[in-house]
């Protein structure tokens, strides 16, 4: 028999997802509950995310460590994600509630596209995902906080653009390049220095890949690349085409280059 509920929620149904889980289960939401209280146990924390923009199109780049202290918790997360076909989002802060808001901005823009029959723009998606932000303000003054990087194609001006945001859900877009987590102050200084106005995408990529190795020479918490596990980080690009997360042999080859060429020229650091 059919839940004489389901008729009720569908008469509710909005183009928003998350408002519509606000109205009718508010418990199932990851943010806005209330902690029990007690000393938050440590939790597996997600760090360094770089993403910087070239001609065409915009690129987003993690490292694979999570940390629980001074303990490597992970060696193998990921925390650059696709969001839809023309965005991607990089996590930094507490692992499992990022991902847990990762899924659920996933399913918003699908569930906006099966509703309105057209894809969020742009600037919609990042406003909506400053407001799932602000929403987990208060978990986040307890010390669960989740500072996300969200990047994408912007179809009617034809370029890729990028949002940085704070815990309180504040948008603010980068026009070049961006990093957040533990390592940020080392990757934006190597951007500072690696970027310029007309890189390739190729050349893009072994940019976001030396920024997080800069970010692992001096952040412990920052994973860099690991040939002995075959770890390299996770790259998306978005470009007119979509979201394409770069392949792995293309990303050992590059790593092997940057390391190569530190090794000829000897320096300490």
């Known amino acids: 028999m059919q839940d004489p509920s389901a008729g009720h929620l569908a008469t509710q149904a909005t183009s928003s997802f998350i408002e519509h889980l606000q109205r009718s289960r508010p418990e199932l939401l990851p943010y806005n509950q209330a902690l029990p209280a007690g000393q938050i146990p440590p ?12 001609p065409g199109g915009v690129l987003m780049a993690g490292d694979r460590r999570a940390t629980m202290g001074n303990v490597i918790a992970s060696r193998h997360i990921e925390k650059v994600f696709p969001a839809d ?10 692992a499992g509630l990022a991902i847990d808001i990762i899924r ?15 894809l969020l723009s742009l600037d919609g ?12 303000l208060p978990m986040a003054m307890q010390g669960l906080a989740v500072v996300p990087l969200f990047a994408g194609f912007d179809q009617a001006g034809g370029v890729g653009r990028l949002f940085s945001y704070d815990v309180t859900g504040g948008r603010y877009e980068e026009l070049e390049h961006h990093s957040v987590g533990s390592g940020s102050v080392f990757a ?33 918490a920052t994973g860099g ?19 394409r997360r770069v392949p792995e042999r293309e990303l050992a080859a590059i790593a092997g280059s940057i390391v190569e060429s530190r090794t000829v020229a000897g320096r300490e650091a």
């Open 125 to 136: 998606k990042a406003n909506r995902l400053g407001a799932m932000i602000r929403g987990n």
């Open 225 to 243: 690349p690991d040939p002995v596990r075959q770890l390299w980080p996770v790259i998306y690009t978005v470009n007119r085409a979509g979201a």
């Open 43 to 54: 939790v597996p924390h997600a760090t360094t995310i770089v993403a910087l923009s070239y």
């Open 104 to 118: 659920l901005f996933q399913v918003e823009l699908e569930h906006y596209e099966k509703i309105e029959g057209t």
């Open 85 to 94: 076909e023309y965005s991607v989002l990089g996590i930094a802060g507490t």
């Open 188 to 220: 934006r200084g190597a951007l500072k220095k690696l970027w310029r106005p007309n890189l390739t995408e190729d050349e893009a990529v072994a940019v976001a890949v030396e920024a997080l190795y800069d970010a692992a020479d001096d952040d412990s």
